[in-house]
């Protein structure tokens, strides 16, 4: 079986000679060697040519000879949760939906982040009462990342 810190050394060794932000989300590999590799940037997206470097890097520090494997090297991809705290910092001031662990769903923008907790502003109309107009509410919600079970960016194509 092929190490997974074998993979993330390899991995790791090419990004620092690329230097251009991209950082690891995941790396597995199954019982039958196919290894999944999944990356994205600090600021930007994963380029083709990002996910080729580092998959020549990975494939030609692998012996095929001894154990046959299979590579998949990507971007972390719009549509997944986050899984580290990179992700996080990285869309700091973009639109997320939240879900915690208790089944609270929160949509607004994602404002500060640690490693201990994330903070998401809403805002919404409300008409307060014996007013004619509604208002502009705006508020922070803190949330201890050990209570967060996912937390994903909204797409949106307006």
Request: proline residues 2%; hydrophobic residues 40%; glycine residues 6%.
């Given at each position: ?9 390899l991995v790791e060794e090419r990004i ?57 090297v990507s971007s972390a991809g719009l ?41 998401i502003e809403t805002s919404k109309m ?33």
């Amino acid at each position: 079986m092929i190490s997974k810190q074998k993979v993330r050394e390899l991995v790791e060794e090419r990004i620092a000679e690329l230097g251009n932000g991209l950082f690891i989300v995941d790396i597995t590999i199954s019982a039958n060697n196919s290894i999944h590799v999944e990356l994205d940037k600090e600021e930007g997206y994963v380029a083709i040519a990002d996910c080729m470097a580092v998959s020549r890097n990975v494939e030609h520090n692998l012996d095929r000879e001894q154990e046959d494997f299979e590579l998949h090297v990507s971007s972390a991809g719009l549509d997944k949760p986050f899984r580290v705290l990179a992700q996080f910092t990285k869309n700091r001031g973009r639109e997320v939906k939240a879900v915690t662990k208790d089944g609270e769903k929160i949509q607004g923008i994602l404002q500060t982040v640690s490693a201990d907790e994330i903070v998401i502003e809403t805002s919404k109309m409300i008409k307060p009462e014996g007013k004619k107009k509604k208002e502009l509410v705006v508020e922070q919600h803190v949330y201890p990342m050990i209570e967060i079970k996912e937390v994903k960016i909204v797409i949106s194509f307006k």
